[in-house]
């Protein structure tokens, strides 16, 4: 189930990881289907590099377990990124990370990163 979807969250947390945005086990991404209204999210516990897009879970919008292959559950973080997703309707992507910089810059209180991150 949504195959492609989960491979494109899978991507985007593999290369958060090795660009350094987040570590370890830090950090949850997710996408959402437009159509289905399901959302692919990252599991709880689980190191990015040893993922496979199998290990994806998919939620539905009241975080009920859709489809996880593997048997691993959603991020801890889960009802965040559906929060968002029912509040912003425009957004189908959540990434949440604990990047050193935007860490700096909500300590700094900065409006407005830009680029930087």
């Keep these: ?7 494109e969250v899978l991507q985007y947390a593999l290369a958060a990881e090795q660009s350094g ?25 689980r190191d990015r590099s040893e ?8 939620v539905d919008m009241d975080a009920r377990v859709i489809e996880a292959v593997t048997g691993l559950r959603p991020t801890s973080e889960t009802l965040m990124h559906l929060a968002v997703y029912r509040t ?9 990370t604990h990047s050193k910089a935007a860490t ?3 300590i700094l209180t900065k409006k407005d990163p830009g680029h930087c991150l």
């Design 1 to 7: 189930m949504l195959d492609d979807l989960k491979r």
């Design 21 to 45: 945005l987040c570590k370890h086990k830090s950090g949850n991404f997710s996408a959402r289907d437009p159509e289905t209204g399901c959302v692919c999210i990252t599991p709880t516990g």
């Design 51 to 58: 993922l496979d897009y199998e290990d994806i879970v998919v």
């Design 88 to 96: 912003r309707r425009d957004v189908n992507a959540v990434v949440h």
């Design 104 to 106: 700096a810059f909500a």
